[in-house]
């Protein structure tokens, strides 16, 4: 099989596009466990993440055992199983669990990976369009339905969405945006309004605004906001978010600091709420999947979506940390 893979040696950290035998997949079998069931999927498509990125470009502490095959995500075909929950033949899709960190990941022609980690893809979804959405996607829902979770409806006001030209931001635009919610798109890509636009947002912000430090309490506009940025971002976001307002923060691109107050949360009742997409319980794993087969104008994919072949990842990975891309990387395994 060709893969992406990932290694650490005397020879430095790199990542190479190879060919493996299928063999080499670790088994989660051992000898005193030989019952344990596991799963191997044919992988038809994965994405090409940040996460992803940073652990192909070794610019992020992100793989933690070597030899690794990359990829957070990927969704294909059970080709075989000893579990009782998928079939051979049934379309799948996975996000997480610290595969293509701990585990061998998506961004090859096969996975081996535990049963409850898989969600069956819904029927709605094609492979293709499953890894178009991703994690980067099913991240964005997660997102909205934590300000759901919070009451935040369209009628409360505007909802800021932060990394807006990227994976999650691009997403949570479009769902955001059909659901009837008014959304205010940020960004350091000014030159982006019309895609962004075209996503569903009704205005644009330079993320400049918010980047810097800011005061304990600014004036008060939005009724939510999703969040991938962290640091001075979050922490102007939660300043200027509306009394009883909520916040869906899922990300850490611009700092894993958060140098803010107690204010919005203690005078304003600003909710903070964590979206973790790794360790996230199945049960809500598959309602964001199934909340996607209805929310996500799936006509939009093409617009935010780059489609590149498995032999471009690595390629991709270096573009992406330059910052010279935008929206969701669907990547053919089969290319």
């Given at each position: 099989?060709?893969a992406?893979?990932?290694n650490?040696?005397?020879n430095?950290y790199r990542?190479?596009y190879?060919?493996?035998?299928e063999?080499?997949i670790?088994?989660?079998k051992?000898?005193?466990?030989p ?6 999927v044919?992988v038809?498509?994965s994405?090409?993440?940040?996460k992803d990125?940073l652990?192909?470009?070794?610019k992020g502490?992100?793989?933690r055992t070597?030899?690794?095959v990359?990829g ?7 080709s075989e199983s000893?579990?009782?929950k998928?079939?051979v033949g ?15 990941g ?12 898989l969600?069956?893809?819904p ?6 369009q499953a890894?178009?959405i991703?994690t980067?996607?099913?991240?964005a ?7 759901e979770k919070?009451g935040?409806?369209?009628e ?5 969405v ?14 955001l ?11 350091g890509?000014?030159?982006?309004e ?10 644009i912000i330079?993320r ?5 430090p800011?005061?304990p309490?600014a ?9 991938v940025?962290?640091?001075h971002?979050?922490a102007n ?11 869906a ?5 611009g ?10 949360f203690i005078?304003?009742?600003?909710i903070l709420?964590g979206v ?13 999947w199934?909340r ?5 104008d ?13 032999s471009?990842a690595?390629e991709?990975?270096?573009k992406?940390?330059?910052?010279t ?9 089969s290319?």
């Amino acid at each position: 099989m060709k893969a992406v893979v990932i290694n650490k040696d005397d020879n430095g950290y790199r990542a190479e596009y190879k060919d493996l035998p299928e063999s080499d997949i670790p088994s989660f079998k051992t000898d005193d466990k030989p019952d344990t069931e596991e799963v191997l999927v044919d992988v038809a498509h994965s994405t090409l993440n940040y996460k992803d990125a940073l652990a192909i470009t070794g610019k992020g502490p992100v793989v933690r055992t070597f030899p690794l095959v990359a990829g957070i995500d990927f969704a294909g075909t059970v080709s075989e199983s000893n579990s009782g929950k998928f079939k051979v033949g049934d379309k799948v899709v996975l996000n997480g669990w610290s595969v293509g960190e701990k585990y061998w990941g998506g961004l090859a022609e096969k996975a081996r990976v535990k049963p409850q980690w898989l969600v069956k893809l819904p029927d709605e979804f094609s492979t293709e369009q499953a890894m178009a959405i991703g994690t980067a996607g099913y991240t964005a829902m997660l997102c909205v339905m934590a300000l759901e979770k919070q009451g935040v409806t369209p009628e409360d006001g505007e909802i800021l969405v932060t990394g807006a030209t990227g994976g999650v931001g691009s997403v949570a635009i479009s769902i955001l945006s059909k659901l009837g919610y008014d959304v205010v798109a940020m960004t350091g890509k000014m030159s982006d309004e019309p895609f962004l636009k075209e996503l569903g947002a009704t205005s644009i912000i330079d993320r400049a605004e918010y980047s810097g430090p800011g005061r304990p309490l600014a004036k008060e506009r939005w009724a939510g906001a999703i969040d991938v940025v962290g640091s001075h971002t979050l922490a102007n976001v939660c300043a200027s978010t509306k009394y009883g307002g909520a916040v869906a923060a899922c990300g850490l691109a611009g700092g894993m600091d958060l140098p803010a107050s107690v204010a919005p949360f203690i005078l304003r009742g600003v909710i903070l709420a964590g979206v973790d997409s790794v360790m996230c319980p199945q049960p809500t794993r598959e309602a964001a999947w199934q909340r996607l087969s209805q929310d996500l104008d799936v006509g939009k994919l093409a617009k935010l979506t780059t489609n590149i072949g498995l032999s471009e990842a690595i390629e991709y990975a270096n573009k992406f940390m330059d910052g010279t891309v935008k929206g969701r990387f669907l990547v053919d395994v089969s290319k």
